[in-house]
């Protein structure tokens, strides 16, 4: 299966600076990425799909790029409410996999 | 607006089998693919697998041994059983809905919130 592996584990950020987020894959998976956000308590929301489309409803400060086995979210103008943990997700191969997470604290 | 919600036993016996069900308003259980997907404490997430159009499965092969996922659309809901558990089971079940029509997308943009399942005597 394939293996994703995201960095750093945890980064902080003062508000209203930006954080790039970094997911790397053990193999070629084209632009199949996910991007989830999950918020304490919460269940994942869907971010970014096909590695740099936004899901319904998500601001702009989200941005996704890459493609082959290096990728990246970038949250720009952090807001408080943007403490989460950030998965990474490929469904290129089967089965689907996900990182361990980034967890983004505001400093 | 699509909400998914998990229900069934927190608490499961080694051995046993874990049944869960996943109520779905918004939507119908007869389109899409419905997932199960779970989280180990402290651990990241796990595609469990999933069944689309009242009866297409596909499972994780490190569960398919283990796992039946059903639909029942006069409920509009779908169900998980995983058999033969052990504390290795323990974790927060999510449901949620890949949007995928003849095939899946892959990605879950409708997810359930959770519920924590423990395999414990």
């Known amino acids: 299966e394939v293996v994703m592996t995201q960095s750093p584990t945890t980064v902080a950020v003062s508000p209203g600076e930006g954080a790039t987020l970094s997911c790397r894959t053990s193999?070629?998976?084209?632009?199949?990425v996910a991007w989830y956000q999950q918020k304490p308590g919460q269940a994942p929301r869907l971010l970014i799909y096909?590695?740099?489309t936004r899901a319904t409803g998500i601001p702009a400060r989200f941005t996704g790029s890459g493609s082959g086995t290096q990728f990246t979210l970038t949250i720009s103008s952090l807001l408080s409410e943007d403490l989460a943990l950030y998965y990474c997700q490929q469904y290129n191969n089967w089965p689907y996999t996900f990182g361990q997470g980034t967890k983004l604290q505001i400093k | 607006q699509v909400q998914l919600h998990e229900s069934g036993p927190r608490l499961v016996k080694p051995s046993e089998t874990l049944s869960l069900t996943c109520n779905v308003s918004?939507?119908?259980?007869?389109?899409?693919?419905w997932t199960w997907l779970r989280q180990p404490p402290g651990k990241g997430l796990e595609w469990i697998g999933y069944?689309?159009?009242?009866?297409?499965?596909d499972y994780n092969p490190s569960l398919k041994s283990r796992v039946t996922i059903s639909v029942d659309t006069a409920k509009n809901h779908f169900s998980l059983n995983l058999r033969s558990v052990t504390a290795a089971d323990t974790a927060v079940y999510y449901c949620a809905r890949d949007r995928g029509n003849i095939v899946p997308t892959g990605y879950f943009d409708s997810w359930g919130h959770g519920t924590l399942v423990t395999v414990s005597s």
């Open positions: 918004g939507s119908s259980v007869s389109s899409y693919y």
């Open positions: 069944i689309y159009n009242s009866g297409v499965n």
């Open positions: 096909h590695a740099s």
């Open positions: 193999k070629s998976v084209d632009t199949n």
